[in-house]
């Protein structure tokens, strides 16, 4: 049986992880490089990030793939390496959940292109589904468990993603959208227009990431649940609002307690797979994990 559907029978809450991009940040990646570059360049760092996740007790990590698809990675010269950069995450990720003390599935992360379908933009869909396809297909060489469709404001972007992953793997596919705009998604998807198109697609989970902080996460995993109240959800919130200190430097609201309060509400609303995203830390992951009485592991790295 897959991890994730292992994880699903015990009907407890599952911890994911939190930010990737802020501990890398933190570990010295420089704004605007491609952060799935470490992969190769800096194995060992990326590796340090899982392995702080795991030991706050995170029990899905998600891969250093983010930005993963030729149209992001050509932004840094990266269009040619798609396989490899994406193999090389899922393989950092794997080594560190085989290595952990407690179950630990691996989630491919694949956000969104960075590009416009047609008519608005110039990317069509076929174009979309070959890109997501061939992120997966690098995914799935390394080793991943499932995939992890992520930060999606257009329902046909998601569409094409989960058909590129299907062309190439049968495995677990969770989606996630970010209602950042109003209540909506970036092109006007409301959470319970997400939960009813999203829950017509194959994915074994779907709901919300990202977005403007746990309080409008929690209302759009409200809408979802009400939309579709026997889907398996997904909340993965922002660590509060993004603020910018007097150093320059982009700083989160959301303290580790304001976190432990956002993931039991979550999972009183409904939400099974509860998580953190920009601007969390281990930190964070290990005040969900004892607000949702998750056994955290407390080895320093």
Same mark, same amino acid.
């Given at each position: 049986?897959?991890?994730?559907?292992?994880?699903?029978?015990?009907?407890?809450?599952?911890?994911?992880?939190?930010?990737?991009?802020?501990?890398?940040?933190?570990?010295?990646?420089?704004?605007?490089?491609?952060?799935?570059?470490?992969?190769?360049? =800096?194995?060992?760092?990326?590796?340090?990030?899982?392995?702080?996740?795991?030991?706050?007790?995170?029990?899905?990590?998600?891969?250093?793939? @983010?930005?993963?698809?030729?149209?992001?990675?050509?932004?840094?010269?990266?269009?040619?390496?798609?396989?490899?950069?994406?193999?090389?995450?899922?393989?950092?990720?794997?080594?560190?959940?085989?290595?952990?003390? =407690?179950?630990?599935? /691996?989630?491919?992360?694949?956000?969104?292109?960075?590009?416009?379908?047609?008519?608005?933009?110039?990317?069509?869909?076929?174009?979309?589904? /070959?890109? @997501?396809?061939?992120?997966?297909?690098?995914?799935?060489?390394?080793?991943?468990?499932? @995939?992890?469709?992520?930060?999606?404001?257009?329902?046909?972007?998601?569409?094409?993603?989960?058909?590129?992953?299907?062309?190439?793997?049968?495995?677990?596919?969770?989606?996630?959208?970010? @209602?950042?705009?109003?209540?909506?998604?970036?092109?006007?998807?409301?959470?319970?227009?997400?939960?009813?198109?999203?829950?017509?697609?194959?994915?074994?989970?779907?709901?919300?990431?990202?977005?403007?902080?746990?309080?409008?996460?929690?209302?759009?995993?409200?809408?979802?649940?009400?939309?579709?109240?026997?889907?398996?959800?997904?909340?993965?919130?922002?660590?509060?609002?993004?603020?910018?200190?007097?150093?320059?430097?982009?700083?989160?609201?959301?303290?580790?307690?304001?976190?432990?309060?956002?993931?039991?509400?979550? =999972?009183?609303?409904?939400?099974?797979?509860?998580?953190?995203?920009?601007?969390?830390?281990?930190? =964070?992951?290990?005040?969900?994990?004892?607000?949702?009485?998750?056994?955290?592991?407390?080895?320093?790295?």
């Amino acid at each position: 049986m897959n991890p994730l559907e292992t994880l699903l029978e015990t009907g407890q809450p599952i911890l994911l992880d939190g930010a990737m991009g802020t501990m890398l940040m933190a570990a010295g990646l420089t704004q605007g490089d491609a952060p799935e570059a470490w992969n190769t360049t =800096h194995p060992d760092r990326v590796r340090a990030v899982h392995r702080g996740y795991i030991q706050a007790g995170s029990q899905v990590i998600l891969t250093n793939s @983010f930005g993963g698809t030729r149209f992001r990675l050509a932004l840094h010269n990266l269009q040619d390496r798609v396989e490899e950069l994406n193999q090389a995450a899922a393989e950092i990720a794997r080594a560190e959940a085989d290595a952990a003390p =407690h179950p630990v599935a /691996v989630a491919g992360s694949m956000g969104p292109t960075g590009q416009l379908f047609e008519p608005m933009g110039a990317l069509t869909f076929d174009e979309a589904r /070959v890109a @997501f396809a061939e992120q997966a297909a690098g995914l799935a060489r390394g080793g991943v468990d499932l @995939f992890w469709i992520e930060t999606m404001s257009d329902l046909d972007e998601v569409k094409a993603a989960i058909e590129g992953v299907r062309s190439v793997s049968d495995l677990p596919i969770a989606a996630t959208m970010s @209602f950042d705009t109003h209540g909506r998604t970036m092109m006007g998807v409301s959470p319970a227009k997400a939960a009813a198109a999203l829950s017509d697609l194959d994915a074994l989970a779907i709901g919300a990431n990202c977005g403007t902080g746990p309080d409008e996460l929690e209302e759009a995993i409200r809408a979802m649940r009400e939309a579709r109240p026997d889907a398996v959800l997904v909340a993965k919130a922002n660590a509060g609002i993004p603020q910018v200190a007097e150093d320059g430097k982009i700083i989160y609201t959301g303290a580790p307690e304001v976190m432990a309060r956002y993931a039991v509400d979550a =999972h009183k609303l409904g939400a099974t797979l509860i998580g953190a995203c920009c601007g969390s830390t281990p930190e =964070h992951i290990r005040a969900m994990a004892e607000a949702l009485g998750k056994q955290a592991n407390q080895r320093s790295i």
